[in-house]
């Protein structure tokens, strides 16, 4: 294989501003938390409730957009102006559908909802204070994603990334100011830093309209607004087996959380450490295999498939080095651990270590299994993912882990069910993308 410079630079022009807007989206969640953390452990307990149930509704938006820039790659790919339109006019009817419907959801169920999962009766009123007025975040999110993934689908990455760069500070100066009640501003406290995320994702929203407004002004994008049965129907069936494979991950994850609360209180704090680490440097192979998706749906667009299998082989190359980076980094962190958590008791650094060579070794197995997923989804054959998911996760890993702590097994074999998991769709992932690629080498000879 030869791997060619221009693989490197097309990817990573297209990775690195992906790879900001994720860190970013991160931060969001976490600025917001410093920001009510003086207002008392209710306020804290209430934003973790009801951002819980945000976070999810968000998550499916972004299921839904996923489809969206898979379709919409493949339209920029093939060169149709017209048809870009009318596919970013399905991803918005889908998507505004989707969140209209949970808004409605929410609006009916959300006070019993919060009240079930706690019964302090200030933490409940705050979440639902909290989660009223997230609804209209939920609203331009949905709208805005449509916009971000067109940007995304035609490699512009960066307009994006300047849109959250816009957002980020004004959330923060707003939530302060109406947390506090800073500059005659009223004093809102947990609804502050809700109205303040409205606030900011408005000016977001705007500013990636305005930059939609000018793609369309200079003739990049024609067909807006214009509904097409067939370019719906098409959406459909591209997102529906992505936003049931994002549902079997995070309530597969969720339950495994669940279990893990199980464990010694030592122990669980450990894993509770490491868990957002993993998902944090996780996000340089995924908007890789992200960015790397764009590319191949555009090839299929295009119609130059024996570019796909190809670039494919180049692209996992980069894959595997960064599962290597990802494994120094944790290595160090493994290393550094009793430094950056000196306050912690000795037997959760004991746990740490415990664990330090499961989550070392992991990225190894899952950025390639990350990769193809990806890639597999874009090459249209998402259900085969969703399947071996419900299997490996499901049927085997959820069971098996609820088996080991209910048998006391020791901390790294409980943990380490995380890396078997990965393991076991290691196989079936490797063969169903060469399947697939071996499918655009057969039209290539033909």
């Not at 959330?171 to 302060?176: G, L, Q």
Request: net charge positive.
């Amino acid at each position: 294989m030869k791997f060619t410079k221009k693989t490197l630079l097309q990817n990573a022009s297209l990775a690195w501003p992906m790879t900001c807007n994720a860190i970013l989206m991160q931060s969001v969640t976490i600025i917001d938390l410093l920001l009510i953390a003086s207002l008392g452990e209710s306020q804290v307990a209430a934003f973790g409730i009801a951002g819980a149930i945000v976070s999810f509704i968000i998550g499916i938006q972004f299921a839904i957009a996923n489809g969206t820039q898979l379709v919409l790659s493949r339209a920029v790919g093939a060169g149709d102006k017209n048809n870009i339109g009318l596919v970013m006019t399905s991803g918005w009817v889908i998507n505004i559908g989707f969140s209209l419907l949970a808004l409605f959801t929410l609006f009916l169920f959300n006070a019993p909802l919060i009240e079930n999962i706690t019964h302090d009766a200030l933490v409940a009123s705050e979440a639902k204070s909290y989660v009223s007025i997230s609804l209209l975040l939920l609203l331009f999110s949905s709208a805005s994603q449509v916009i971000v993934v067109y940007f995304n689908s035609t490699k512009k990455t960066r307009i994006p990334l300047y849109g959250f760069m816009i957002e980020i500070p004004c959330n923060v100066i707003c939530s302060f100011i109406l947390i506090y009640g800073i500059w005659g501003a009223p004093e809102l406290g947990l609804a502050g830093a809700a109205w303040g995320s409205v606030i900011a994702i408005v000016i977001r929203f705007a500013y990636l309209s305005y930059r939609l407004y000018k793609e369309k002004y200079h003739g990049y994008v024609t067909g807006l607004f214009i509904l097409s049965k067939k370019s719906v129907i098409e959406h459909i069936q591209e997102v529906v087996p992505i936003v049931a494979n994002f549902i079997v991950l995070l309530t597969g994850l969720l339950l495994f959380q669940i279990l893990f609360a199980q464990l010694p209180v030592a122990s669980y704090a450990a894993i509770t450490l490491v868990l957002p680490w993993i998902k944090i440097v996780s996000m340089f192979a995924n908007t890789w295999a992200q960015a790397s998706t764009i590319i191949v749906s555009q090839y299929i667009g295009k119609n130059e498939h024996q570019k796909i299998a190809p670039f494919v082989d180049q692209s996992l190359l980069v894959t595997r080095i960064i599962a290597v980076f990802i494994l120094l980094i944790f290595y160090i962190f493994s290393e550094l651990a009793p430094l950056i958590y000196s306050n912690l008791s000795s037997e959760t650094l004991t746990a740490l270590a415990t664990i330090a060579p499961i989550y070392i070794v992991l990225p190894l197995i899952r950025t390639n299994n990350m990769f193809c997923g990806n890639m597999i989804r874009a090459m249209g054959e998402s259900y085969l993912i969703v399947r071996v998911n419900i299997i490996t996760q499901w049927i085997i890993a959820l069971p098996l882990c609820a088996l080991m702590i209910y048998l006391e097994a020791p901390l790294y074999v409980v943990f380490g069910i995380i890396l078997l998991d990965e393991i076991l769709k290691f196989q079936p992932f490797r063969r169903t993308l060469k399947s697939c690629l071996g499918k655009y080498k057969g039209d290539e000879k033909a």
